[in-house]
């Protein structure tokens, strides 16, 4: 009975690196910007749909395509920032807020007319099938532990990229102040699209590895950005380390309520944000 | 005072309580099949008259509020098919229920900051939903029809039953705008008005604006599930996925704001208006008619953030409906400097 | 004057500054010689600030012509115009809070010119910053806080440094500590634009001063030339 239940903890905490993937963008996005992309989810199955071109299209193999679309998410996340999201951020949230809402519905809608209601997966290989048994019932897939590491990776390189780069200084220095960088001549507008650029690199490695892992469709961006946001308000806003743990909390909630169904699997999930909110606004690991 | 913006406004308000004796004799004047089509306006005029107030003056960006239409069509559902409460007085019940949901709601939510709101709004709405399903007296996941003796309550013959299930949500429409006209016009509108345009201007106005917005948002709630009751009464139906449907009573709603202007008390009317005569044209286009209104949202953003009534009110120099004591600059940046 | 070259530093030319319609610079004409030391003197409101403003290339709308080094530098963007050495001194510091001393002056490094000041002439400069170098920089005093500030803005290598209200709030004996700084940035060559409302402060380091009065020159000569009474008459706009 005790190895079933670390069985599902385990698969709990893997599912939280999936989530610490999804949360990443966002996290960077939110912390630099001040504002929630609500396209966030949408993007991330935008570049679900832009890997399935390639492995089915082309018949690239999946990490090879991830490769491929990392500069062009970088790109789109530039563009996307500097020349829509620029003319709206800093006047009034509320018109950022309703702009990524409007891209969100037209991304959803877009891709249904595109590729059709029906669910999509790429295939991982032998990676998807390939488990780890650890006795006693206690077993973890290949392709979910290679996740999870690469979600603590991520996490890493972000933490070193906004701590100890130059462009990471400029990233948060514009967020501590955007008028007194405008003023030295530190291009607000520039840095601004730089961070979304990397939010959106960010975006495609979550595309790459949710797409394997689990079935994707034109409707799947809301979930995606609900996870995301819980995951970085539950670490705590602007901690990335705080958002590995929100991620983990959030994954053992969802295998925990996944016992009895799809429908508690998800409700779990929300509910432990609820809870988290009400008792620890903060969040778990608070930055400031 | 008879310069032709003068003489277009003051027809414009002509016309404006024509329209209003014309819908409240809708029954009597027209078909069947547009007296529905009213009543769907109606309800939808609500909602968005609702998501403006939050939205426009209450800085409140919900993108949860189909979670108030829900709980109200659940909470009818309940009291007139399963407890055989009088269907009248579910609809009022239906409204308190959303009410006392929005309390512990507002009470999490608040705690987080506007961006963050509008998504925290949402988890909650998706957790409604989800419980909702977990509801087998009203048809867990797939959900259940509403009892024929419930429907022939509100009138045995169609268009007896049609004209009720009309005046209802006229009613409704009425009271959401009669309501928002004089809290506007109180001093708690002007407060919100000013903090919206200048947040030191609330200040000095002497409102209470944390108080402000929280009335706001507890009080858009029993329309919106009273709304989500008369919803409930002209689909027949509460499911889950389209009682608590974001598209329907948020996506929408949302756009049809935007369209319309807003911030404006003018602004749901006018793009309620507008949807529904696009409708019919939309409406083959599939999922290009939500890609066709976000896109034309976006641009609206970018181009006149006061949306359509914006373009108009540069025109005319005035409101049509005067809420605002003094001109005010909304949504533009202040320059104090 | 003599002091001005033939071709000054920087040029200000019959330039009017707006906010929406308000015009808040109206028709001014300023000159800053290298090595030169102006200082700009004008009570609260009289558009000090949005002077500098229009210069850094941060101001809404400029009509006239802002000159620097020969090139009109109207309409350019703030990076081109630090990076060809203007570089200002904010009011009210504008560190970033949560940014180390030194990251804080690093920024000031990688935006500008990228010439022979360097971290160790900062350092020997405030050997106080060098200790503090790991320490945020929105817990640093106010004093120490204007040190990051200038130092951020020496790093830059400025031709010319404008200095916005560096004495505000600050006590007095770190007021004279910055000052004393002052005339080792002018033997570097490095024209200087002082606003300031402690008329006594600047004049007393300025070679020239101007003043300003709602948006007017109302003043200018050499400090030694005209009476504190006189200086006084203009500031208030008795």
Redesign the interface.
């Known amino acids: 009975m005790l190895a079933v239940w670390i069985n599902e903890l385990l698969q709990g905490v893997l599912l939280g690196g999936l989530y610490t993937l999804f949360a990443m963008g966002l996290s960077l996005s ?1 912390g630099v910007m ?3 992309n ?1 396209a966030h989810g949408d993007f991330i199955v935008l570049a679900c749909y832009a890997l399935l071109l390639l492995t089915t299209a082309l018949g690239l193999n999946p990490v090879i395509a991830t490769l491929i679309v990392l500069p062009i998410a970088f790109l789109f996340g530039f563009v996307l920032q500097r020349f ?1 999201l620029q ?2 951020v800093g ?9 990524t ?3 969100s ?2 991304i ?3 891709l ?2 595109g590729f059709g209601a029906d669910p999509e997966k790429i295939s991982g290989g032998w990676m998807e099938t390939a488990t780890v048994a650890l006795g006693d019932g206690i077993n973890f897939g290949v392709f979910q532990g290679i996740t999870f590491v690469a979600a603590v990776v991520l996490v890493a390189v972000l933490d070193l990229l906004l701590y100890r780069t ?1 462009i990471g ?2 990233i ?2 514009v ?3 955007v ?9 607000s507008v520039r840095i601004y699209a730089i961070a979304m650029g990397i939010s959106f690199v960010t975006i495609a490695i979550a595309a790459g590895f949710v797409s394997i892992w689990t079935n994707f469709d034109p409707a799947a961006g ?1 979930t995606r ?2 996870i995301a ?2 995951v970085i ?1 539950l670490g705590g ?1 602007g901690s990335l380390w705080g958002s590995l743990a929100g991620g983990i909390v959030l994954g053992i909630a969802q295998a925990i309520g996944g016992q009895f169904d799809i ?1 508690w699997q ?2 779990a999930g ?2 432990v ?2 809870v988290v ?2 008792l620890r ?1 903060q969040g778990l690991f608070p930055k ?1 | 005072m008879a310069s032709p913006a003068n003489l277009i406004l003051n027809g414009g308000r002509a016309a404006l309580v024509a329209a209003v004796v014309v819908m409240a004799a809708t029954p009597w004047l027209f078909s069947a099949t547009h007296v529905v089509l009213l009543t769907e306006f109606m309800s939808m005029l609500v909602l968005a008259i609702m998501w403006n107030l939050l ?1 426009g003056y209450a ?1 409140i ?1 919900t ?1 949860g509020q189909h979670a108030y239409v829900g709980v109200g069509a659940y909470a009818f559902f309940g009291f007139a098919a399963l407890w055989g409460v009088n269907p009248y007085l579910s609809i009022l019940l239906a409204g308190i229920v959303a009410f006392a949901i929005a309390v512990p709601t507002m ?2 939510v608040f ?2 900051r ?3 709101l ?3 709004t ?3 709405a ?2 409604l939903m ?2 909702a ?2 509801l087998s007296a009203w048809g867990g ?1 797939s959900g259940t029809s509403v009892p024929i003796s419930i429907i022939l309550y509100f009138g045995r013959a169609r268009d007896v039953r049609l004209a009720t299930i009309y005046w209802l949500a006229f009613g409704l429409a009425a009271s959401a705008m009669s309501v928002t006209y004089f809290l506007l016009r109180s001093r708690i509108g002007i407060g919100l008005t000013a903090m919206r345009d200048n947040e030191e201007g609330a200040a000095a106005i002497g409102v209470n604006i944390t108080f402000a917005r929280i009335l706001c948002f507890l009080g858009t709630a029993p329309f919106l599930g009273m709304a989500g009751a008369i919803i409930t009464l002209q689909k027949l139906r509460v499911a889950p996925p389209a009682s608590f449907s ?1 598209t329907d009573w948020t ?1 929408l709603i ?2 049809n704001v ?1 369209i319309g202007g ?1 911030g404006s008390f003018e602004g749901p009317i006018i793009g309620t208006i507008v949807y529904f005569v696009l409708r019919q044209y939309l409406a083959d286009l ?3 008619h ?2 066709i ?3 034309v ?2 641009a609206v ?2 181009i006149e ?1 006061r949306g359509l009534w914006g373009l108009v009110r540069r025109l005319l120099g005035d409101d049509l409906i005067p809420i605002a004591h003094k001109p005010s600059a909304m ?1 533009t ?1 202040q320059h104090t400097g | 004057m003599s002091t001005t070259a033939a071709s000054p530093l920087l040029a200000i030319e019959g330039v009017s500054v707006f906010y929406g319609n308000f015009r808040a610079i109206d028709h001014v004409d300023i000159t800053v010689g290298a090595g030169e030391i102006v200082s700009i003197i004008g009570a609260n409101g009289a558009g000090k600030s949005t002077l500098l ?1 229009a210069i ?1 290339g ?1 101001a809404e709308r400029v009509e006239g012509d802002i000159s620097f080094a020969g090139d009109s530098i109207v309409g350019r ?3 081109a ?3 060809s050495g203007i ?2 001194v ?1 009011e009210g510091r ?6 180390t001393v030194e ?2 002056l ?3 490094w ?3 010119r990228k010439a022979e000041i360097g971290f160790d002439d900062i350092w020997r400069q405030f050997p106080m910053l060098k200790d503090k170098r790991r320490q945020k920089a929105g817990l640093l005093s106010g004093g120490q806080q204007q040190m990051v500030a200038l130092g ?2 020496l790093l ?1 290598n400025p031709r010319l440094l404008l200095c916005d209200e560096i004495s505000l709030g600050l006590a007095p004996l770190v007021v004279n500590e910055l000052y004393a700084l002052v005339p080792d940035i002018k033997r570097r060559g490095i024209g200087v634009l002082i606003v300031e409302q402690d008329i006594e402060r600047s004049l007393a380091v300025a070679d020239r001063f101007y003043c300003l009065l709602e948006g007017r020159v109302t003043l200018a000569g050499r400090p030694g030339d005209v009476t504190r009474d006189l200086v006084m008459q203009h500031y208030f706009g008795l």
């Open positions: 939110a001040r504002f929630v609500i829509l003319r709206v006047e009034n949230v509320l018109l950022v807020i309703l702009v809402f409007a891209l519905i037209i959803e809608n877009g249904l007319e130059g200084a400029k948060r220095a967020s501590d102040d008028a007194a960088a405008d003023l030295i001549g530190l291009s809301p950005l609900l946001f819980e308000v806003l429908a998800i409700m929300h509910i944000f609820l909110l009400a606004p400031y | 939205a800085d960006v993108v009470l999490l705690r987080l506007t961006a963050y509008a998504i925290g949402w988890v909650v998706e957790l989800l419980a399903g977990k996941g974001i996506v949302i756009f935007v807003i599939g999922a290009w939500l890609i209104l976000g896109t949202s976006i953003i970018l953030k949504l940046k | 403003k850094i941060q963007r703030t990076e115009i630090v990076h570089m200002l904010p504008r560190l970033f809070a949560s940014l990251e804080n690093r920024l000031g990688q935006v500008g951020r803005a830059a």
